[in-house]
């Protein structure tokens, strides 16, 4: 495990609501918090990248199905 150092004013404003959360320990929200943004990256990074082979596959194939492919 890594361990970071945080700013002593915004530590304190996330042990204020980790207690408000009831959360036993402030480590135990902001690794929650954190863990919220790193699924926010992964999500917005695999929007970026478009549709898989497979996807763009069966895109293509419907729209044949539908007439607007040959």
Do not use: F, H, N, P
């Amino acid at each position: 495990m890594v361990k970071i150092e945080v700013d002593d004013d915004i530590y304190s404003v996330l042990e204020a609501r980790a207690a408000e959360k009831d959360y036993a320990e402030t480590e135990e929200y902001i690794e929650y918090l954190l863990k919220q943004i790193v699924d926010k990256i992964k999500r917005e990074k695999q929007e970026d990248e478009g549709y898989s082979e497979e996807e763009e596959e069966k895109v293509k194939e419907r729209l044949k199905d539908l007439g607007y492919l040959d």
